[in-house]
């Protein structure tokens, strides 16, 4: 892993050598490490050792980016001569809005000494009390955990000169009867910044029970029924939304599901979602990748579109500041959410399915896609452990089912009860924590039956 010192020697080396009107250096550097197992053994330990520099260089308000996983002296002259050479070939950009300034940044404590040190034999440990649990009741395990260390520094030309090292941890695990089609299967996860608050001996028994639980499931008629859906489901559509629009291009260029609607009501008055990474259990980073201080914004409030992330580029288009969520190498301009937050609300999961007339129970959704962005229509399935409740008990387990609904006009704008209590768990691909609560629907579009 890259250290302070030495990570702000090759933003500083790569800005020096950068020979244009300004200059901007990323590093992202990381250890990661990862501990697969199925069919209740451990098949592959990996640790990744990784950095890569990123280089900007400003010509007018031309501007090039060019990449490097190399972190000599060398190689940072030629990213940055590469970089010039980008920039030069590149059409004026009168939206250009500059490089930021140096600014002061807020102490951040996302870095966990025992998640960083954490052995392979550690990790095998840990998988082992899910396998354990899996082994009493003759049962298949798979699934992974990971623990990371990242580590940003930036610098450039224009005086900014940030570092932040932080840790994460996962843990997912799905346990399984068999193969056939009318085999059980349980799914739990969590996250956290430190591996010492992984409960893992309880994601165990939370996907042992499912597991046992769904063998031989029965088939549902499609239509549109209440559901409960588990904290799991409800960060996949967070996770999408943030995808469908919460970006300041999107926004300004009408894409956005906030597009015209700041102000006005697009969800049931409980959903209150942020983007706030001073939430204790997520993994902070209190400046964005262009070295701007990241502050928390609210996008919807009680049911109400309030809020827009931007970065400098599509701030200046909208003619307003810098939120503070820029990603690096000019790839997504606009910004991304990356701590995202729903809030609780005054409900269980036991008093939701009580609540429940006739209804679906939904641990996860898979392969959940796009269907229409502003509309935030998905599509996607239900896997390892649905189930059908009837007059508020859950009776029995179904087949996993197809849905196609909006986020926020559909499952959102008809949420009639939330649980108080919310989990951290793992956005997919490995970008960061988000925190969630169960949520119960009074209408989400199950369109047929999948195997």
Known sequence: MVGEERAREVVEAAITACRSDAAEAVLRCEVDNLTRFAN????QNTSVVAATLYVRAVCGTREGWATTNQLTAEAAQETAARAVE???????????PGLAGPATYEEADGYDEDTASLSSRERAALVQEIVASADTHQLIASGALRTRVTGTAIANSEGVRAW???????????IMTGYDADAGSGYAEAASRSVSDLDVRSIGERAVEKCLSSVNPGSLEPGEYEAVLEPAAVVDCMNTLAYMGINGISFIEGRSYASGRIGSKVTSDMVTIEDNWHDPGLLPLPFDLEGVPRRPVMLIERGVASGMIFDRFSAKKAETESTGHALVGGGLRGGYPLHLVMSPGESSLEEMVAGTKRGIYVTRFNYTNVVHPIKTI???????????????????????LRFTDSILDGIFANIVAMSRDTELLPVAGGRGIYRAPAIKTAKLNFIGTTA
Request: aromatic fraction near 4%; avoid cysteine.
């Open 40 to 43: 209740s053994e451990i098949h």
């Open 86 to 96: 980008i920039a030069m070939v590149q059409p004026e950009n009168p939206d250009f």
């Open 164 to 174: 932040m090292q932080g840790s994460d941890s996962a843990i997912s695990t799905v």
């Open 378 to 400: 998905l599509t996607g399935m239900t896997r390892d452990g649905t189930y059908l409740i009837e007059d508020g008990r859950i009776v029995r387990p179904l087949r996993n």
